[in-house]
């Protein structure tokens, strides 16, 4: 008796989630209110690189922004997601970037927090050097290891004399 009771009860489960998986399946068909996903590709970039912005939840395009770049033009490529290219400015500063995204015909914005990275430029010429020419604490180490040295020689050099004479 007991053991029908179970068997009931598992197959009347089974049955109501047999029933309830179409609705979730039309539920997931359905588009969504605004954007939901915002992809930056390169994610580290240097200044005056294009990054690709992928969006999903976007089915008629829109427009990204970031304080790193120009307000970007974003097209439908298809399905539920829009895509555009973006430059990024010469003066953009180094570091984590936001991006906002707002979706033609659709009403909240999206904003992804540290969605991409600037990297600095490196100072060129003479292997990133600053100054010209050696410093004055430049030179007085490097005179300080050449006596150093010269003591060496001289010290290794007299005892070599003195062990031929015994």
Do not use: Y
Request: glycine residues 16%; charged residues 15%; aromatic residues 2%.
């Amino acid at each position: 008796m007991r053991t029908t009771r179970t068997l009931a009860a598992t197959a009347t489960a089974v049955a109501a989630l047999g029933l309830a998986a179409p609705v979730a399946a039309a539920r997931d068909g359905m588009p969504p209110v605004g954007p939901s996903n915002i992809v930056a590709l390169p994610s580290v970039i240097a200044r005056g690189g294009q990054l690709t912005i992928t969006v999903d939840g976007c089915p008629r395009g829109g427009t990204a922004t970031s304080d790193a770049f120009r307000p970007t033009t974003l097209s439908p490529v298809g399905g539920n997601t829009s895509k555009g290219t973006a430059t990024i400015d010469n003066n953009a500063r180094p570091g984590a970037h936001s991006i906002t995204v707002h979706c033609t015909g659709a009403g909240r914005p999206l904003t992804h927090p540290n969605a991409f990275t600037v990297i600095g430029g490196v100072r060129g010429g003479l292997g990133g050097s600053t100054s010209t020419g050696a410093t004055p604490t430049d030179m007085a180490i490097g005179g300080g290891l050449i006596a150093v040295a010269v003591v060496g020689g001289a010290v290794f050099w007299m005892r070599r004399r003195a062990e031929k004479r015994i």
